[in-house]
């Protein structure tokens, strides 16, 4: 990756990542914990459908790509670059047991940002050498949203895998709320991924909004420390 990609990267990837799931335990649909982030302000908005069908998942596509783009909201897709490309997103986000970043089609990498998603330091340092913008790391608190293999790692292991992956942001998932997004951004982290943060809240928009306050809080913290 060049210097000037990693730079771009950077600056579009940072901020706050809201995954628009479709698990139906969640108070409130893709649609609106999408609404909620683009009014808020997130950085990038990412289409998690493991309960829909590939036609229902296209569907939810292109109306949270309409949505995202009236906002200026980055849109991903959450392992799938053929739907990536089909709903014109801006990137996809692919997990360890997906597609690794070398291996999308040049086409797709050509017009797709990347996000990695790691949990091990030895996963992390692989992602730092793979063609992706942005790598996430954790459960960093541990994560109650889907299910996962792994403890929480911690801010010492979030720190690391920052300092490792700069100028390459790095961005915290697992168990984020806004205190934690805080402690996320003092860590080195660029930016928060969140799922029950927003899906679960009674007012998903005020959480976006106290999370969008807190990571904007923290990094004028961070500048003038």
């Known amino acids: 990756m060049t210097r000037a990609r990693a730079a771009a990267g950077a600056a579009r990837c940072s901020g ?58 980055l849109f991903f897709v959450n392992d799938r670059f053929d739907l990536a ?16 970043p070398a291996r999308l089609p ?12 790691t949990h091990t330091l030895a996963q992390a340092r692989a992602a730092i050498g793979e063609p992706c913008d942005y ?19 911690g801010l010492a292991a979030l ?4 300092a490792l992956a700069a100028p390459r942001p790095v961005i915290a998932i697992g168990g984020i709320d806004a205190e934690r997004a805080r402690q996320a951004v003092a860590a080195g982290a660029a930016g928060v991924a969140v799922i029950s943060a927003v899906a679960g809240a009674a007012a998903p928009e005020a959480a976006a909004r106290a999370l969008v306050a807190a990571l904007e809080a923290g990094a004028e913290a961070e500048g003038r420390a």
């Open 159 to 162: 720190a690391e895998v920052a």
């Open 85 to 100: 490309l089909l709903c014109e997103a801006d990137g996809v986000h692919v997990g360890q047991e997906d597609l690794p």
């Open 16 to 73: 706050l990542h809201v995954l628009a799931d479709d698990d139906p335990r969640w108070p409130h649909g893709p649609l609106v914990q999408a609404r909620a982030a683009c009014v808020a302000g997130a950085a990038v908005v990412q289409l998690r459908a493991k309960h829909a069908t590939d036609r229902e998942a296209l569907r939810l596509g292109h109306e949270l790509r309409q949505m995202t783009r009236a906002h200026g909201v």
């Open 135 to 153: 790598v996430a790391f954790g459960p960093v608190f541990g994560t109650t949203s889907k299910d996962s293999p792994y403890a929480a790692r």
């Open 106 to 117: 040049a086409a797709a990498r050509e017009r797709l940002l990347v996000g990695r998603s």
